[in-house]
């Protein structure tokens, strides 16, 4: 079974800190992706990679990067914390870009105070 | 726009029952649409993938079918349980999204014992 691992269910931290999610899948997936999702407005594409180095901004970039540097991990980085980051970030891999099954992880619940 | 709607956006029925979710797709232009599942305050598990070539997929209780030319899935739930309980999210790869999924809101689904 292919499995994505999110580093932290539960952050809470403080406006204005660096924040690291970090999200590993252990099947050679070529591509990964993270998302937040809030009530209401439904899972949003925040980056996504296609290969190792490699990052594409989704519909949401901003306030945010990535980092890539081996295959089967993909950061997220939020170098200045603010409230309205407050959600349920959400990691995924897949295989193929058109037609690859996506998988996601358990989810991390950052808050910021 | 390309959008992806699922009707109901909730349902609540007895356990036992058969039931049927939607989902419909603004372009019949489809590399493959992937039903999931979410509990509250998890990530998303990956339940059926139908890619473009294919009528229906099978697993289990669970039965997802497409059909590009009316732009619908629908995902049917045989003899429905209590632990079938969840929200119920499609996402349907469009071939001009440039490989990025597009997202139904999802349909919460209670199952009563």
């Known amino acids: 079974d292919v499995k994505v691992t999110q580093s932290s269910r539960y952050l809470v931290k403080r406006t204005g800190e660096k924040v690291f999610l970090e999200c590993v899948q252990d099947?050679?997936?070529?591509?990964m992706f993270w998302y937040r999702q809030d009530p209401g407005l439904g899972l949003r594409l925040i980056y996504f990679s296609y290969d190792v180095k490699m990052k594409e901004k989704g519909d949401i970039p901003e306030g945010y990067s990535v980092s890539r540097e081996k295959k089967e991990r993909f950061s997220l980085i939020l170098e200045s914390a603010s409230t309205n980051q407050t959600s349920m970030y959400l990691c995924?891999?897949?295989?193929?870009?058109?037609?690859?099954?996506?998988?996601f992880g358990e989810g991390s619940r950052l808050t910021v105070l | 726009k390309q959008e992806v709607t699922q009707i109901p956006a909730a349902l609540s029925v007895p356990e036992g029952e058969n039931l049927v979710l939607n989902c419909s797709f603004t372009?019949?232009?489809?590399?493959?649409l992937q039903w999931f599942r979410q509990d509250p305050g998890k990530g998303l598990t990956s339940l059926l993938l139908i890619q473009s070539s294919q009528r229906e997929q099978t697993s289990g209780r669970l039965n997802a079918s497409l059909d590009k030319s009316s732009g619908r899935s629908t995902l049917y739930i045989a003899a429905s349980q209590p632990g079938d309980s969840a929200t119920y999210l499609c996402a349907a790869l469009l071939m001009d999204s440039n490989y990025q999924l597009i997202w139904g809101a999802g349909t919460k689904l209670i199952i009563k014992p």
């Open positions: 372009d019949s232009a489809i590399y493959n």
């Open positions: 099947m050679d997936h070529e591509n």
């Open positions: 995924a891999s897949s295989l193929y870009r058109n037609t690859g099954e996506l998988f």
